[in-house]
Every structure is written in structure tokens, then in C-alpha cells.
């Protein structure tokens, strides 16, 4: 789990309470550290270790929810700040009650297979059947698709179509609305098919098959989910150093279990080769 904070200007690793002190103290002023005491108490507090599995977790990097839960690493204040922005986000939408029979941030829990996995919407409105999610990024999906819609980002329509079935309440429809420091956009996002008419249509169950069960039996069994590269390696994850270090380990182990030939194996195959040769018959004679 995380420890604590890589000094963003000594680049030592420290406590948490550590790096909070130095900035209320006005010591990090000094070495101009661009963190206020209130920012980083705002990204200490956003900090907490989810002990059952969680729509995020099945929808995100498998691997990373391992390393998270089995390493111990410190991370730069820098990469909390947007979750600490999207925070702010978050309780201002709290704080205005536009919808009488508003649910916001509301956790839930489901089983499935006897897996419980939790999950928390942003906000459902369930008078008008609407889940609806806030997302701060550096900037907001543009790709449009054969409808002339602008998609939402594959992984937050996964995780939205899991909430879906995750809350007893009926929805219609689901929405991203993104936020970045120069627009905002609101993204609909298709419903997965309870009853699929085509074997290529994804479902929740089919979904959970092939992602929540590697997931529960890696986390169970205490063994590393395979590595599989996806958007957020190169510059957006954390634990991406010990995962590459993890990965190298893996690679130097599987080269040596490869099996090398036995001596005797190297003479059989000799005389095999030879076999159709009178010297050859006299050694498989002999």
C-alpha cells in the first residue's frame, strides 16, 4: 500500500505526516514546493485501501490493484492532484441539490458468484432513471462514433454499465460528464444487453467472467496478474516502476525453465540422424 509522498523537490521518500508538516510549517516554501498544507491534507484524506473488490478495480489494470494491496511505495504529490481536483469537483456537485430524490455517492454492494464487489455512483436520479458520473481529465473524449456521438472512454463505459447492475434501482441512462480546465462535455454511454441477440454483445456476466474471477483468484491465491499494457503505463500509473521491475523477474524466469537437452538425449538424437547409414545401424544395434 502507499506509504507516504516522494519529495517533489529533494526527492526524498517520507510519511505521509511528514510531508503535511513541512508544508505547515512553511518550511517547504523554502524550497519551493508548489503544495499548500490544505492540498495535501486534501490527497492524504483520498487515500484509503478498499478491502473487497471494487468496479474500478475490475474495470482498471489487475495488476496494479495487486501491487497496491501486496508492495509497499511512495508516490509524488503530483500524481494525487487530480484526484484531489476531481475531489473538489465532486463536493461542490454534493452541496447543490437540484433533484429531490438525488443519490450521491451512495455505496453499494452486490454479490455475484459469491464475489461481493462494491461501488460508488456519483450521482443517480432515479425519477428520470439517470446514472451519471463526473470525471476531471486533461482533456475530454473527441472521438466520435458511426452515430456522430462522442464516446466516453472505453473503461469509464465499463465501469458506468457496472454500476448499472450494480444498484437495485431501474436505469436508462448513463452519462460521463467530463471536466477539464478548458471544457466540459457530456457523454451518453450504451447499455450493455440483458438478453444479447449477438455472441459479440458484451454483457455484465460475460464481462465478470473473463475479468472479476483472474482478478479474485490472483488476489486470493497471492499471485502476480500477468502483464498486459494498456493507456495508463507509460504516464499515468504509480507503481509502474515495480511492475516493470516485476515483469523483468518474470521474463529472467521463465528463460530459465526452459529444459535443456540431457547428454543422453543428445545421443539419441545423433543416432537417429545417423540411422539410415550403415554406421548409424550398427550403433542402434549395439
Given at each position: 500500500m502507499v506509504k507516504g509522498f516522494i519529495c517533489e523537490k529533494t526527492k526524498e521518500k517520507?510519511?505521509?505526516e511528514d510531508c503535511l508538516e513541512c508544508a505547515s510549517t512553511r518550511l517547504n516554501r523554502k524550497l519551493d514546493c508548489p503544495f499548500d498544507e490544505a492540498v495535501i491534507i486534501g490527497m492524504i484524506f483520498n487515500q484509503t485501501l478498499k478491502k473487497n473488490i471494487?468496479?474500478?478495480m475490475i474495470s482498471g489494470c489487475h495488476r496494479s490493484v495487486f501491487i497496491g494491496r501486496h508492495y509497499d511505495y511512495y508516490i509524488k504529490p503530483r500524481s494525487l492532484y487530480w484526484a484531489f481536483r476531481g475531489q473538489i469537483a465532486h463536493q461542490i456537485m454534493e452541496q447543490v441539490d437540484l433533484h429531490s430524490d438525488a443519490i450521491k455517492e451512495e455505496k453499494f454492494i452486490k454479490e455475484w458468484e459469491g464475489i461481493e464487489i462494491s461501488g460508488t455512483p456519483d450521482l443517480i436520479i432515479p425519477s428520470q432513471k439517470v446514472l451519471k458520473d463526473y470525471k476531471t481529465s486533461k482533456s475530454v473524449p473527441s472521438y466520435l462514433n458511426?452515430?456522430?456521438?462522442?464516446l466516453a472512454w472505453e473503461n469509464h463505459r465499463t465501469q458506468l454499465n457496472l454500476y448499472r447492475w450494480l444498484i437495485p434501482q431501474e436505469i436508462e441512462t448513463l452519462e460521463v460528464v467530463y471536466f477539464s480546465m478548458e471544457e466540459t462535455r457530456i457523454c451518453p454511454v450504451d447499455l450493455w444487453p440483458d438478453n444479447p441477440?449477438?455472441?459479440?454483445?458484451?454483457?455484465?456476466d460475460r464481462y465478470l467472467e473473463e475479468n472479476?474471477?483472474?482478478?479474485k483468484m490472483a488476489l486470493d491465491s497471492e499471485t502476480m496478474p500477468p502483464y498486459e499494457r494498456n493507456w495508463?503505463?507509460?504516464d499515468f500509473c504509480d507503481l509502474s516502476d515495480i511492475c516493470f521491475q516485476e515483469l523483468k523477474k518474470e521474463i529472467m524466469a521463465a528463460r530459465l525453465r526452459v529444459v535443456k537437452p540431457k547428454k543422453n538425449q543428445k545421443k539419441g538424437a545423433k543416432i537417429g540422424k545417423d540411422i539410415g547409414t550403415?554406421?548409424?545401424r550398427a550403433k542402434a544395434s549395439a
Open positions: 517520507m510519511a505521509f471494487s468496479v474500478t458511426k452515430d456522430g456521438k462522442v441477440k449477438r455472441k459479440t454483445d458484451m454483457t455484465v472479476l474471477i483472474p482478478l495508463s503505463c507509460q550403415k554406421k548409424g
